[in-house]
Every structure is written in C-alpha cells, then in structure tokens.
C-alpha cells in the first residue's frame, strides 16, 4: 500500500497569497451557493455557468492538484451550473474548509 500524500501545500506565502486573490475573485464573481458534504472532508462549490467562469476555474484545479496533491478537485456541470467538488483524506478538513472560504466574498 503506498504511503498517503503529506496535508500540506507547497506553494511559498507569494504565491500563496495570489492564488487566494485570484479565487475570492471567482468567488466573488460568479459563486451561487455550497453545500458541505455530510461526512468527512468536503464540499461542493456551485458557479454560474460561463466559459471565462469555466477556464478560471479549470485553471485553479490544475495548480491546486499541484500544490496540495492530497486534494480531489472535480469540475463538471450539474443542473445549469458549474459544480466544483472538494474533498481529502481524513484529517484534511482544516485544509478543505480553508480552501472552500477562500472562495465565498468577504463581508
């Protein structure tokens, strides 16, 4: 049985801190609701269906499947929308629920 992934992120605070801008501002954009996954770690994250919307959001599970390779990231359509669904193994719900409000607006 191979050894699980490290929880963790390899990006630097840089960035770190510009991958985070860059999803609030999807967020911010286009996110219509989420709904937490009933057991374990994970979420899925609903967006308004458009192709920029679509690219952006492609692009963030490419680079987050990169850094934090102990995270599922799935982008497909569900009912007019755009379903982004987040999960990890136990013990990364801390790491799920982070990424998850990075991507709600602010107050």
């Given at each position: 049985m191979?050894?699980?992934l490290p929880i963790a992120c390899s990006?630097?605070?840089?960035?770190y801190a510009e991958r985070l801008a860059a999803i609030r501002e999807i967020g911010e954009m286009a996110l219509?609701?989420?709904?937490?996954?009933?057991r374990g770690s994970g979420a899925d994250l609903f967006f308004r269906d458009d192709d920029e919307i679509s690219r952006r959001l492609r692009a963030v599970v490419e680079a987050e499947s990169k850094?934090?390779?102990?995270?599922?990231?799935?982008?497909?359509?569900?009912?007019?929308t755009l379903r982004l669904s987040i999960s990890g193994p136990a013990g990364a719900a801390p790491v799920v629920n982070?990424?998850?409000?990075?991507?709600?607006?602010?107050p």
């Open positions: 191979p050894d699980p990006l630097d605070a840089a960035p219509v609701r989420t709904r937490h996954h009933a850094c934090c390779a102990f995270l599922d990231l799935e982008l497909d359509r569900d009912e007019g982070d990424l998850v409000r990075s991507f709600e607006p602010g």
